[in-house]
Antibody
Framework: QLQLQESGPGLVRPSETLSLTCTVS??????????WGWIRQSPGKGLEWIGS???????YYNPSLKSRLTISVDTPKDQFSLDLSSVTAADTAVYYC????????????????????WGQGTLVTVSS | DIQMTQSPSSLSASVGDRVTITCRAS??????VNWFQQKPGTAPKLLIF???SLQSGVPSRFSGRGSGTDFTLTISSLQPEDFATYYC?????????FGPGTKVDI
């Protein structure tokens, strides 16, 4: 059964970069047509899709975060990562990684997208 | 961005009740809606994709309907393990967006 596990610092200083890694186990990150996504949840903004990446490195980002966001993939390690720069208190949230079922190698192609399964989530607090 | 709204924001119900949650999109999204269940301290769990397709392993008391802008999630006979918060999510276009949630409690 596919499992995902987030890892990274639980505390990040304002203006610094938030970095998280998701490790996929009991499955391959190179499976098609699956993307790998990041979603966060905060009391103020609820659930927010951050972005998704294909094993080839193709990415889709939420425009609201795009200027600060980098998502990358390491296929030999079955890992993908999130870097969010210039963080503020508004970036405090529980961050989840999830497998993103896409209609094809392009998530904007005609067809359904969904997130399943999810990692357990990791709380990241932005504070000095 | 497509805005997703849900009603009610919370509801109280009893075991055995039939419960219906409504989700509305700010524009027509065909059947590109997914439903998730979240219990405190855990990650959301996919229940329904494509508005009405039941995810593998999800009990048949859960069902989804709708197309266009209006969607419903129904629990035909509420069980103790169903007390949770439910979210809809649109996958019609990016950025994918979620509803604010409906909390189902006793």
């Amino acid at each position: 059964q596919l499992q995902l596990q987030e890892s990274g610092p639980g505390l990040v200083r304002p203006s610094e970069t938030l970095s998280l890694t998701c490790t996929v186990s009991s499955g391959s990150i190179s499976s098609s047509p699956y993307y790998w996504g990041w979603i966060r949840q905060s009391p103020g903004k609820g659930l927010e899709w951050i972005g998704s990446i294909y094993y080839s490195g193709r990415t889709y980002y939420n425009p609201s975060l795009k200027s600060r966001l980098t998502i990358s993939v390491d296929t030999p390690k079955d890992q993908f990562s999130l870097d969010l720069s210039s963080v503020t208190a508004a970036d405090t949230a529980v961050y989840y990684c999830a497998r993103h079922k896409a209609p094809s190698s392009a998530i904007t192609a005609v067809g359904q997208n969904w997130f399943d399964p999810w990692g357990q989530g990791t709380l990241v607090t932005v504070s000095s | 961005d497509i805005q997703m709204t849900q009603s009610p924001s919370s509801l109280s119900a009893s075991v055995g009740d039939r419960v219906t949650i409504t989700c509305r999109a700010s524009q027509s999204i065909s059947t590109y809606v997914n439903w998730f269940q979240q219990k405190p301290g855990t990650a959301p769990k996919l229940l329904i994709f494509g508005a009405s397709s039941l995810q593998s392993g999800v009990p048949s008391r859960f069902s989804g309907r709708g197309s266009g802008t209006d969607f419903t999630l129904t629990i035909s006979s509420l069980q103790p393990e169903d007390f949770a918060t439910y979210y809809c999510q649109q996958s019609y276009n990016t950025p994918f967006t979620f509803g604010p949630g409906t909390k189902v409690d006793i």
